[in-house]
């Protein structure tokens, strides 16, 4: 995240500055909620809608947060209600089918573990893991883009980061099929 004197100013209710705040974002919303959705195309859908959103409510933005950050937030927002609807829309296709589970995702490979790990997060955890790491804002600022606690964003970092450890050792171990670093006793 750019220091604060480094930031674009932006105007409320200005459509040349929600201009420079689109081009300027696009690409940072777009790859978060890849990670968060697991499939391009929704993703495509869900920061078009998260863009028209945030559009309507320029005129109402207020300037004491980063635009960035609220853009985020909307984003993640219009995400994870994607992903309720998807959860759902599951859940009535088991149902049609009595009890036969939906097919996975042709589209992942095991080349792509971490982010296949990723996706297997609670949504929660894995927006602040890639607010934090993947787009360098600070817990205070992932804080105010999710409207959550401070404190609540270092738990889901925490828990975020002690899953992701232990299911990417776990592959680790399957796929070589040793035990991990941690479990092997040391002579010394």
């Known amino acids: ?45 869900c920061v078009q809608d998260a863009f028209l959103s945030a559009f309507k409510a320029w005129p109402r933005w207020q300037p004491d947060a980063p635009a960035e950050v609220w853009l ?6 219009v995400a994870l209600s994607h992903r ?20 996975s995702d042709p589209t992942e490979s095991p080349a792509h573990e971490l982010v296949r790990e990723l996706r297997a997060l ?33 738990s889901r970092l925490a828990a975020a980061r002690a899953k992701l450890q232990i299911r990417l050792a776990d592959l680790r171990e399957t796929d070589s099929g040793t035990l991990p670093w941690r479990r092997v006793p040391s002579d010394k």
């Open 1 to 45: 995240m750019q220091p604060e004197q480094d930031q674009p100013r932006y105007r409320p209710g200005s459509i040349e500055d929600f201009d420079r705040l689109y081009e300027a974002t696009y690409d940072r919303l777009f790859a978060t909620l890849i990670l968060l959705l697991r499939d391009r195309a929704a993703a495509e859908d």
């Open 72 to 77: 985020h937030r909307i984003a993640i927002n």
């Open 84 to 103: 309720r609807r998807e959860r759902l829309r599951e859940v009535g296709q088991v149902v049609r089918r009595m009890g036969v589970q939906p097919h």
């Open 122 to 154: 609670p949504p929660k955890n894995a927006a602040a893991l890639v607010l934090r790491h993947l787009h360098g804002y600070s817990n205070r600022e992932i804080a105010h883009a999710l409207g959550v606690p401070e404190r609540t964003i270092a």
